[in-house]
């Protein structure tokens, strides 16, 4: 570790010893990257995103607050309508008009139930695959949840849930642009190959089913927006910076702290994924043609390029906004730059800057290219050095 590093890890100490931190200094500092060492990266992500209060005497109150408010999330929304389930499946002269299946009630604790498994069969399916290149979501944690696990309970977990509507249900799959797919039955009992994922032995979960149950809780809690395709690649980042804390009193918390800072970055993202929203001011639509705004004004002869092609932003830019480019990198690439994003306080003005940055940063490859090269560029990101990205963004941002 060189001298450069280590004073630099001391700046970051001397900045989150303070009793009341100085969050225009701890973001400075975060811009040019977080070190990991010693769990500061984790605990500057929860400040940064506004979790946990500037004020350090507020954080064990406010912690445990907010963790047994989670523990009462898992209580309402798996725990207790798995018990129902297994108690209505007990006896026939126990089931009333309102609790059959067949009651055509919207409101009924049936229909909530099988609506909740169409979003639950999207999140499962889209979990499983987090991160293909790397096996960490399919390893145990090492903190699984003993609400859920506790051997006395004898009710249906969220695994047992997707493994009982796979056998039974035909699989539904919404994307963004809300086209739904509906597969037949028999191709719904392939979707997880035995082989391709390892089985815990009783007793454990896996990474990947924790962030299951992080998107199934905001889901129920925002109805509104419920779950969509792409949520898991932004979850993913925060619950692996988390669980891998070296700090073990915060690693125990992760899944919890991970709902609440995902929630939080969530809300100043989230009108991203509403599609009603998307020709709106604070849609995707006006983020995308900002990206090309910017590039009119920084390189006009390469949007032009762009435009004589007919390579609209959507066709790439989607992606890079609305999942924060977490599958344009490698994840400890993206765990770099989301320590700039998160630092910076007009975050997602930040990442229009990337975008045009990454852009011009390939303009004679652009330049010399045909609309099948190009579009290949912009869809598989050729530069992967985001040093020089972030370097480019900044030099950018400085000369608005």
Not at 120 to 145: E, G, N
Not at 185 to 210: D, F, I, T
Not at 328 to 356: Q, Y
């Amino acid at each position: 570790m060189s001298t450069a590093y280590k004073n630099r890890i001391q700046e970051f100490k001397a900045a989150l010893s303070e009793k009341h931190i100085n969050l225009e200094t701890l973001r400075e500092l975060c811009f040019n990257g977080i070190p990991f060492e010693g769990g500061i990266r984790a605990l500057c992500w929860k400040i940064l995103l506004n979790y946990l209060p500037v004020d350090q005497t507020l954080w064990e109150p406010f912690l445990k607050k907010q963790r047994d408010l989670y523990s009462q999330f898992l209580k309402e929304m798996i725990i207790q309508p798995g018990i129902a389930k297994a108690n209505l499946g007990l006896s026939r002269e126990d089931v009333t008009m309102e609790d059959h299946p067949l009651n055509p009630n919207p409101d009924s604790r049936w229909n909530t139930y099988f609506k909740d498994n169409e979003i639950l069969l999207q999140i499962d399916k889209d979990v499983r695959r987090l991160y293909p290149d790397m096996a960490f979501f399919q390893r145990p944690t090492d903190y699984p949840s003993q609400l859920i696990l506790d051997p006395q309970n004898d009710y249906e977990t969220l695994r047992r849930r997707v493994e009982q509507t796979t056998l039974k249900a035909q699989t539904v799959n919404r994307n963004r642009s809300g086209v739904t797919n509906v597969s037949s039955p028999g191709k719904a009992l392939n979707l997880y190959p035995s082989n391709e994922y390892e089985v815990l032995p009783s007793g454990s979960e896996a990474h990947w089913e924790v962030v299951e149950r992080i998107l199934f809780i905001y889901a129920k809690l925002n109805p509104g927006i419920a779950y969509v395709q792409g949520m898991n690649e932004i979850v993913g980042p925060i619950y692996y910076t988390f669980v891998t804390d070296p700090n073990t009193d915060w690693k125990e918390h992760a899944e919890a702290d991970t709902f609440f800072c995902f929630t939080n970055l969530m809300s100043e993202n989230r009108d991203n994924f509403i599609k009603s929203l998307d020709d709106s001011q604070c849609g995707i639509t006006y983020k995308m043609e900002s990206v090309y705004a910017m590039l009119r004004d920084k390189d006009p002869q390469l949007l032009l390029k762009l435009e004589e092609q007919n390579i609209k932003p959507q066709y790439f830019t989607f992606r890079w906004l609305t999942l924060l480019l977490s599958q344009e990198f490698l994840l400890p690439d993206v765990i770099r730059i989301w320590d700039t994003l998160f630092s910076d306080k007009d975050r997602f003005d930040f990442l229009i800057l990337v975008c045009c940055a990454m852009l011009m940063l390939i303009r004679s490859d652009l330049l010399a290219g045909d609309f099948t090269v190009n579009m290949r560029l912009l869809q598989d990101y050729p530069i992967s050095d985001v040093h020089t990205i972030l370097t480019k963004a900044k030099e950018l941002q400085d000369t608005s």
